[in-house]
Nanobody, 119 residues
Framework: QVQLVESGGGLVQPGGSLTLSCTAS????????MGWYRQAPRKPRVLVAS???????DYADSVKGRFSISRDVANNSVYLRMNSLMPEDTAVYYC?????????????WGQGTQVTVSS
């Protein structure tokens, strides 16, 4: 069973920065894709940023130029650096990892970490 553990959330003022961490119980190079999603109250969970094993990245338009996703294979971790945070970035952020098992894509989620942007 794969486990993903997020950390780094918290309360930050508008314009501030946070870095979220997601540590996996398996080698991150085993995953075909890892990413961060977020879910604000009464809204669906949406993609924030993703990173493939080949190094390709994808970002939601709302975070382009402000957020950056990266991976540390040695520490089985993926990070989300968030700069210039705005109140609308407030949400629970979830780490996601996809793994190919016997020809099927298995998707795993972390438990989520709360990010609140407020003065």
């Amino acid at each position: 069973q794969v486990q993903l553990v997020e950390s780094g959330g918290g309360l930050v003022q508008p314009g501030g920065s946070l870095t979220l961490s997601c540590t996996a119980s398996k080698d991150v190079s085993d995953f075909t894709d890892m990413g961060w999603y977020r879910q604000a109250p009464r809204k669906p969970r949406v993609l924030v940023a993703s990173l493939s094993t080949g190094g390709s990245t994808d970002y939601a338009d709302s975070v382009k130029g402000r957020f950056s996703i990266s991976r540390d294979v040695a520490n089985n971790s993926v990070y989300l650096r968030m700069n210039s945070l705005m109140p609308e970035d407030t949400a629970v952020y979830y780490c996601k990892a996809d793994r190919l098992v016997a020809g099927r894509v298995m998707r795993y989620w972390g438990q989520g970490t709360q990010v609140t942007v407020s003065s």
